[in-house]
């Protein structure tokens, strides 16, 4: 049995998805039983493993809101650092793997090539300098956990910047977006198979890695290649003119790393996935109508 915490977010309701295809049971929670209350957690791996055992535990869970996160330090650091680490010392207790969530946030963006994962980290905000000791609570109380580090999440059941990008091309005719940061958008959907791939691995292989999709750009080039694949699929019914602005034009309340292109080379070898290209994968998602 796979335990999904966080299973109502965007990257948990796709992972619960995609296990129930392949058939592989999983159970679900979210904040119905807090990562911040030991014992809820506890009392739900008892109550699930009254049944079976609980052979994984993958943690969704978190505060994701990275500019609130600057006015909300208290509550992010409970999410992201104490969460995880109240999820590290069940899993270790009860004898279940554990597979949790990171970001490329938590690395400064200072760097000119992909980040690997043994990379000096060196967050610049509260939600990467909280993610950052999500990591080593983790660590410290689960050695044995696997970390996926990830960015530019977007996927059909959250909030994200495809979705955003999209009503805004309908709603406008000229918007302006920042092409002085670089990454690579990452389809939920890829992230959770890449998850499955970890989980059910011939042998669990602990440590951090980190995962996209294919290729990297900045968020001006991801909306105009959003903007094309929607005109594709006439999903915007008019033209928009997207304005590539300096990051000084664009001011938000958390500094967002210049660049934080991810090396997935660990984990492409380790589990021997093949990671499609951004641009793939976007294509599909538009595809699928995301905004309907
Ligand atoms: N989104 C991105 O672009 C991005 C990029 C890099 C890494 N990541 C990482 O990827 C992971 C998944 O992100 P996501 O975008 O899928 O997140 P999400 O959609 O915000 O989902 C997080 C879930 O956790 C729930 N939650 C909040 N407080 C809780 C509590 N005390 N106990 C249990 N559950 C609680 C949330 O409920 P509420 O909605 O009610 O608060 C929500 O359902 C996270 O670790 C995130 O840091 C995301």
């Not at 909280?130 to 970390?147: F, L, Q, S």
């Not at 210049?258 to 093949?274: D, W």
Request: proline content about 5%.
């Amino acid at each position: 049995m796979i335990w999904i915490i966080g299973n109502r977010g965007m990257l948990g309701q796709e992972l619960a998805e995609q296990l129930a295809a392949r058939g592989i049971a999983n159970v679900g929670s979210d904040r119905e039983v807090s990562i911040l209350d030991p014992e809820a957690l506890r009392h739900f791996a008892q109550g699930v493993q009254k049944d079976t055992p609980i052979k994984a535990i993958v943690n969704c869970a978190a505060y994701t809101a990275v500019d609130r996160a600057e006015d909300e330090a208290e509550l992010a650091h409970a999410l992201n650092a104490e969460g995880p680490g109240n999820i590290a010392e069940l899993a270790r207790s009860v004898g279940a793997r554990f597979l949790h969530i990171s970001t490329d946030y938590v690395f400064s963006g200072a760097a000119s090539q992909p980040y690997r994962e043994d990379d000096p980290i060196g967050p610049t905000g509260v939600y990467g300098r909280t993610k950052a000791e999500g990591e080593t609570r983790v660590r410290e109380a689960c050695p044995d956990a696997v970390i996926i580090r990830t960015a530019w999440l977007y996927g059909k059941y959250g909030p994200n910047f495809v979705a955003t990008m999209l009503r805004l091309m309908r709603e406008r005719t000229e918007l302006g977006v920042v092409a002085d940061q670089r990454g690579t958008p990452t389809w939920a959907r890829d992230l959770a198979l890449a998850i499955i791939a970890a989980l059910t691995a011939p042998e669990w292989k602990p440590g951090i890695y980190h995962y996209t999709n294919e290729g990297e750009t900045t968020w001006y080039e991801f909306a105009c290649e959003i903007y094309a694949q929607g005109r594709a699929r006439s999903l915007l019914p008019h033209e928009v003119t997207i304005r590539a602005l300096t990051t000084d034009q664009y001011p938000t309340k958390a500094k967002r790393p210049a660049y934080s292109v991810l090396s997935k080379e660990k984990i492409k070898r380790t589990f021997g996935l093949e990671i499609p290209y951004w641009k793939a994968s976007l294509k599909q998602y538009v595809g699928s109508d995301p905004i309907s």
